[in-house]
């Protein structure tokens, strides 16, 4: 039987069952409120697979109203942190048989608002949002709406959206009292952009663990920088080196930032670790096979998406259910960047 011309009715007679019944047990929805028993799940489920069968999504989106689509926006598709995110989005959408559509913002507010119309515009079911500041006007303005949004790798201020992400200052913590037992006293802090909340979230957990050490923070110990990049670590390290109490170690904002400390440290005639530890956050695919590898705060990327795609599949489900917020919990992975503090 040619693919094309598979339908359910043919489904449903390969598997001996009503057409009414082939659909709701092809449907993920309707089977896991148990309306078709297992056996007669399993032989449609068989039927459709010998016969290829496709459900055609354009009658099942006039049907069920639903596109069956989620728009996702990443505000940098060049940072190795979001393609494993992405892909444990697609894998658990996939498996209720919804797809991504991916918008890359550039950062750009601009940009940000003709992909979220675009999106909006094809009818996306769900958003799902890496790119929410903190203080973030569309987000008000999509929440009083009727699509259902998640945040990733972000965190609104007053929890009110379903938000996954991992614990920011107990990471920093981590890498701060990593340092600490190594023997340093003069950590840094290359802070991420305070608009985004893991920016604010990793500099006010690098604050409090650095106190909760007994050591001062002073205005010299900490640099801004005005994105996530390497371009932008580079800078802030240049700052930090130039100060003639400069650190014997830095605790960067993520992981780009700490590369940047790399370049930074390589022209100012300094080594890693001999001379200045750092310390990333993470824990990006390469970040092992840098030169030294990256002691950096690792946390599952992959689960995370897994973890984004079924919140925003039960906001689909349940629009005014309770609100979610998931912080899945990190870890250290210490390798060659950090050392102890050298003897003066």
Not at 284 to 299: D, E, H, K, M, Y
Request: charged fraction near 20%.
């Amino acid at each position: 039987m040619n693919e094309r011309s598979v339908t359910l009715r043919d489904v449903a007679k390969r598997a001996g069952v009503h057409p009414a019944t082939a659909s709701r047990a092809l449907n993920e929805e309707t089977r896991a409120r148990g309306l078709v028993n297992s056996d007669t799940v399993a032989r449609v489920m068989q039927a459709a697979r010998e016969l290829n069968y496709s459900p055609d999504p354009v009658a099942r989106s006039l049907k069920t109203r639903r596109s069956h689509t989620v728009g996702v926006l990443i505000p940098d598709l060049t940072n190795p942190l979001f393609p494993p995110i992405i892909r444990g989005i697609e894998d658990r959408l996939a498996q209720s048989g919804y797809v991504a559509l991916l918008g890359n913002t550039d950062n750009d507010p601009d940009r940000e608002k003709l992909v979220l119309s675009g999106m909006r515009t094809r009818r996306v079911d769900g958003l799902v949002l890496a790119t929410a500041r903190r203080r973030y006007s569309v987000l008000s303005e999509l929440n009083m709406g009727d699509l259902p949004i998640v945040l990733v790798n972000r965190v609104v201020e007053d929890r009110a959206l379903p938000s996954v992400a991992t614990d920011d200052a107990a990471g920093i913590a981590m890498a701060v009292t990593h340092l600490v037992s190594l023997g340093h006293t003069r950590i840094a802090h290359v802070a991420g952009p305070q608009e985004l909340s893991t920016g604010a979230g990793r500099l006010s957990g690098f604050i409090m663990a650095m106190e909760a050490a007994g050591l001062e923070v002073g205005s010299e110990s900490i640099t801004y920088a005005e994105n996530f990049s390497v371009a932008a670590g580079t800078k802030c390290c240049r700052e930090l080196v130039a100060h003639k109490l400069h650190p014997t170690a830095i605790v960067a904002g993520n992981d780009m930032l700490a590369i940047g400390c790399y370049q930074a440290l390589e022209e100012s005639g300094l080594k890693c670790p001999a001379d200045v530890s750092v310390v990333g956050f993470n824990d990006i695919s390469f970040s092992s096979r840098l030169s030294p590898p990256l002691t950096s705060v690792r946390f599952p990327h992959y689960q995370v998406g897994i973890e984004v795609a079924q919140l925003i599949l039960e906001r689909i489900q349940a629009p005014t259910a309770p609100t979610k917020v998931l912080f899945l919990p990190p870890e250290l992975v210490v390798r060659g960047s950090t050392a102890k503090v050298a003897t003066p």
